[in-house]
């Protein structure tokens, strides 16, 4: 008998590299892993059990539309099982859009993630008012 297990509160989308150098089509290199070549995956992970939720292997650019944004598809396809559920998503600043945010949480799921500075989405009151930087003149 087979126990179905449910994730937890938190789930987090991740982006691995499975290191690989034989002959295949879709073999990426990625220069700020330690194994460089291999097959990208990505993941949606229970943060607490560790165990792997969904899996989705990158073969290029499934839609090769100027509006699809990949980032947003790959977090959508990983996530849609659980919408509804108030879940908490984690997610790094290659996933994080301002767009998805508003998505996930049409969708009764909730987002934490960094973001990159140069994204467009941030307005300038963000930008400008940096405390750190204050701190680090003195």
Same mark, same amino acid.
């Given at each position: @008998? %087979?126990? $179905?297990?449910? &994730?937890?509160?938190? $789930?987090?989308?991740? +982006? =691995?590299?499975?290191?690989?150098? !034989? /002959?295949?089509s879709?073999?990426?290199? @990625?220069?700020?892993?330690?194994?460089?070549?291999?097959?990208?995956?990505?993941?949606?992970?229970?943060? +607490?059990?560790?165990?792997?939720? /969904?899996?989705q $292997?990158?073969? !290029?650019m499934?839609?090769r539309k100027? *509006?699809?944004?990949?980032?947003?598809?790959?977090v959508?396809?990983? $996530?849609? &099982?659980?919408?509804?559920?108030?879940?908490?998503i984690? @997610? *790094? /600043?290659f %996933?994080?859009?301002?767009?998805l945010? *508003?998505?996930l949480?049409? /969708?009764?799921? #909730?987002? #934490? !993630? #960094? @973001? =990159?500075s140069n994204? #467009?989405?941030i307005?300038?009151? %963000?930008? *400008?008012?940096? &405390?750190y930087?204050?701190?680090?003149?003195n």
């Amino acid at each position: @008998m %087979f126990t $179905i297990l449910l &994730p937890n509160t938190q $789930i987090c989308v991740v +982006e =691995r590299l499975a290191a690989y150098r !034989g /002959n295949c089509s879709f073999r990426v290199y @990625m220069k700020s892993k330690s194994g460089r070549y291999g097959i990208k995956i990505w993941v949606g992970a229970d943060c +607490e059990t560790l165990y792997f939720l /969904n899996l989705q $292997i990158y073969t !290029g650019m499934q839609d090769r539309k100027q *509006d699809v944004i990949e980032e947003k598809r790959v977090v959508t396809d990983l $996530i849609a &099982p659980y919408y509804g559920s108030w879940r908490g998503i984690t @997610m *790094d /600043n290659f %996933f994080s859009l301002i767009p998805l945010a *508003d998505k996930l949480y049409a /969708n009764k799921v #909730t987002h #934490t !993630g #960094t @973001m =990159r500075s140069n994204k #467009t989405e941030i307005s300038n009151p %963000f930008l *400008d008012n940096r &405390p750190y930087l204050a701190l680090q003149k003195n």
